[in-house]
């Protein structure tokens, strides 16, 4: 069963440093997501990507982070200069549709340690 | 999107059915339920998710009352594996979790 990959799993990072996650959606999947959980909190919406653009995104994802899709697979969730605050998950999802009913589906994460 | 209402916790014994109640009385007619789950900080698993009718997959059913303002998920034969989180979600355009109920499932 197709399935949406993370790299890295963990990364460790100082503050100001910059990180770039990386994310394989499922392979005909045409709507890319980031979402992030702070340690015991909820999952957080941060940007929805189609086509090159993004097509919503929260209040959380301001000008420090950044989305990419460089190529044909890859899909990347860049933070230019990280803060303490930016230790979490960060979970990968893609669609096929963005029409209800659209189902995502997640990758397995990749934890996000700011020192 | 349309705010649901979930218990916070639950326990159901292994074997047993377990039945997750949400409340979503602000649903609009044409916003679809989803489920979905999440173990111990993996990534959120899909479950299931339906629109009027009631649905089955291999994973649960769905039940959707008539009025459409409530949903109960059905795991039919829970077993120690259920133990999870799970969402119940109104979706317009972008998933919005709420806390959830944490399912244990014990022996």
């Known amino acids: 069963e197709p399935e949406v990959t993370q790299t890295p799993s963990h990364q460790v990072t100082q503050m100001g440093q910059e990180v770039i996650l990386r994310c394989v959606p499922i392979?005909?999947?045409?709507?890319f997501y980031w979402y992030r959980q702070i340690l015991g909190q909820k999952v957080e919406f941060l940007v929805s990507?189609?086509?090159?653009?993004?097509?919503?995104k929260s209040e959380i994802f301001d000008d420090q982070f950044s989305v990419e899709r460089p190529d044909g697979s890859n899909f990347t969730l860049k933070i230019r200069s990280t803060k303490l605050e930016d230790s979490a998950m960060y979970f990968c999802?893609?669609?096929?549709?963005?029409?209800?009913?659209?189902?995502?589906?997640f990758g397995p994460g990749t934890r996000l340690l700011v020192l | 999107d349309a705010k649901t209402t979930q218990p916070p916790s639950m326990d159901c014994a292994e074997g047993r059915a377990a039945n997750l109640p949400c409340n979503h009385s602000?649903?609009?007619?044409?916003?679809?339920v989803y489920w979905y789950r999440q173990i111990h900080s993996q990534g959120p698993q899909y479950i299931i998710h339906g629109l009027k009718n009631n649905e089955t997959n291999e994973m649960a059913s769905l039940i959707i009352t008539e009025d459409r303002k409530s949903s109960t998920l059905i795991l039919p034969h829970a077993t120690l594996r259920d133990t999870a989180v799970y969402y119940c979600i109104v979706i317009g355009n972008k998933l919005t979790f709420g806390g959830g109920t944490r399912v244990l499932v014990k022996p």
């Open positions: 990507f189609y086509n090159n653009e993004i097509s919503e």
């Open positions: 999802a893609s669609s096929d549709s963005h029409v209800p009913p659209e189902t995502q589906y």
């Open positions: 602000t649903i609009s007619g044409n916003e679809y």
């Open positions: 392979s005909n999947h045409l709507y």
